[in-house]
């Protein structure tokens, strides 16, 4: 069932991550090609894919609609009822006014004017000012839905018009006899502003303004590398890029998108999940090695499909190596690279040139692995990132010499890509120690730094307990010979190994390897002296956090008794007081028992070369019989049922220990002084 529950979580969170990278991903039609105008083109020969027009630029099209605007003749609306009726008006009032002597000539003059006037037009002062603020020349004016241009200036309004006719009166009138004809009186509109059809037709014109200046035909070439991108060619090259982000736009065609994105990033994630489950279950289903390598892939995904989107900066400068080069610190080297390839293989998805991205980041990422095979100094991962641009270098020019034939054809600016990139992977050196302090990991290179006996902590060990100090280095071969044995991780163990006593430095001559012929346990009691033993444990972790030593040294010195007893002192209470109860947890450690492969080795390690000092004779018979006593009592007590070890690795270490312990104990043969003779020979 909990296989079961830890099966559905590590596949829960892969599902996740694929989903998390699916939501960011770019689905737009993005456009192959950066370009910008008065730089050269750094790609190959371009043709035209397909027919497509030139778009003309927003500012182009802005600046015609604002000639269009500004020559625009708006419509009035010719309406003769009120015309009609003060012309009717005033054929009646003629009679009047003969009647009342005005001159015939003055009668003719005003109904010629008004008849003038009217055929001019006459439109409201407020239309008209509003022409004149518009700066419209011309109008149109319609009658009967037949447009007739006029201009504004021949446009009369009702004081205009009474004002031309009183002042353009021949000589031979009197104006007095015009003032006394009240021409004021049959003067009206006649034209009236249509706002409704002048914005109609206006707004159709707008729309019909052409976008485009000429059609590109298909198979015409358009621009080739190294070429300086002039400004026709620069809107040609924008409106291919207008053509093609179109075509692929759509809400249907979105959704498809998604679809195929989804199914392609989870097949990739679900063949990285088969990979763990298969050939290193220990990271998928320990959910913080699952997240940790989750996180760089989804990390190096995400900037990239931003980088692309947005076309921030060019994607040869992230530092992809960077993926390799932190999970091989604190993993194995098939699953860096696998990681690896998982995360180029997603990037490609969305890189401009997914053919030469791939190839390019694959190679490298295999220089990557081969440079860190053995990882033990800091100073491999410059050399790392000195080889990964050197690769980008080399693969770079050889892949362009093989698809140009040309070195005309190299795009120089790649270099500069490169070394950012180069810099940018510097920084690994940085990221491996936070990662460390966030995950809780050790690299190789803080287990090499750690088992410098120049540490303070070690040689304050050295100096303090000498014996101690001897003791732990001679466990550290032991353990970490047998751990290279059976697959275990020979420096963990050997840095672990050095550490794992450090609490014996309080009480130093307590301890047998640091006595020189006084023991101070023969004034205590038993109790006393087993507490004081056990707490090498708890002062050794205090030291050790003090000193922020990592998780993984910690536990060393918790484990390597486990919960065990002092055998000495507690076998020495039992003979001693046979009938007397005894507290159990005095002789204690407080363990927990070995959980590790490492763990166990240095508990037995430990134990046997502790307990190898006390040999009288160290003949194979005696130092095998100790080994298989002290190792076999501590499986029947139960202290190794925790560790994942075999019954295979426990005899091959047996033989280790017994191969080891002869080097270490074999004796001298002791070489004849040389007698001197005297003169008779003698």
Known sequence: MNTKKSTALSALYIIITAF?????????????????????????LLTAPSDFPIYKEASEIEATRDSLQKKFEPYFRYNPEEENLKIDNWTYQTSVLQEAKVPLPVLRYVDKSLQNAYNKGIASATDLELMRKENRARINVLTNSIAEIRYLSDIYSVKTAYEDILNNAPAYIEKDFLIECNINEYLTENLFYDAKTSNKVLEDQLQNIPL?????????????????????????????????????????????????????????????????????????????????????????????????????????????????????????????????????????????????????????????????????????LFTCSLFVVISYVVFYLGLVLYQESDFNKINWEMMIYFSINFFLLMFSYVLIYMLEKIFGYISPITLVELSNINNPLLKKLSETAPGTFQHSMQVSILAS??????????????????????????????????????????????????????????????????????????????????????????NSFKNAFPDKPVNEKAFTYPGPNPFTKETALLMMADSVEAASRSLKEYTDENIRELIDKIIDSQIADGLMKNAPITFKDIEITKNVFLKKLKIMYHTRISYPELQEHNEKGE
Not at 274 to 299: A, G, S
Not at 533 to 545: L, N, V
Request: proline share 3%; charged share 20%.
């Open 212 to 380: 485009s200046s000429h059609i590109v035909q298909a198979g015409e070439r358009i621009v080739d590398r190294g070429e300086v991108i002039d400004s026709h060619t620069y809107s040609v090259l924008r409106s291919l890029k207008t053509v093609h982000e179109t075509k692929s736009g759509g809400a249907q065609r979105q959704n498809i998108i998604l679809i195929g994105q989804f199914i392609l990033i989870f097949g990739i994630f679900a063949c990285f999940g088969l990979y763990l489950v298969t050939f290193n279950p220990k990271i998928f289903y320990k959910r913080k090695n699952l997240t940790f390598i989750l996180l760089c892939i989804l990390v190096a995904c995400l900037l990239s499909e931003i980088c692309v989107k947005h076309n921030l900066i060019n994607i040869y400068i992230l530092p992809y190596a960077i993926i390799p080069v932190v999970i091989r610190t604190f993993f194995d080297s098939h699953t860096a690279l696998f990681a690896y390839l998982i995360t180029i293989l997603i990037c490609s998805l969305a890189a401009l040139f997914p053919y030469e991205f791939l190839l390019l980041q694959t190679l490298t990422g295999i220089v990557v692995i081969f440079s860190l095979k053995e990882l033990s100094q800091r100073s491999q």
């Open 481 to 570: 010979e047998a751990g290279e044995k059976i697959g275990a991780d020979t420096q963990l163990i050997r840095t672990g190994a050095l550490y794992h006593d450090i609490g014996k430095m309080n009480n130093p001559a307590f301890f047998t390897e640091n006595q020189k012929g006084f023991n101070p346990h023969e004034k205590l009691s038993f109790e006393q002296s087993a507490q004081i033993i056990i707490s090498h444990i708890t002062d050794g972790i205090k030291m050790a956090e003090k000193a922020m030593l990592p998780k993984a040294i910690t536990n060393f010195i918790e484990t390597h008794h486990g919960r065990g007893k002092t055998k000495f002192f507690y």
């Open 20 to 44: 998390i990278i699916v939501f960011f991903f770019p689905r737009e039609g993005k456009f192959r090609y950066q370009f910008n105008e008065g730089k050269p083109w750094k790609y190959g």
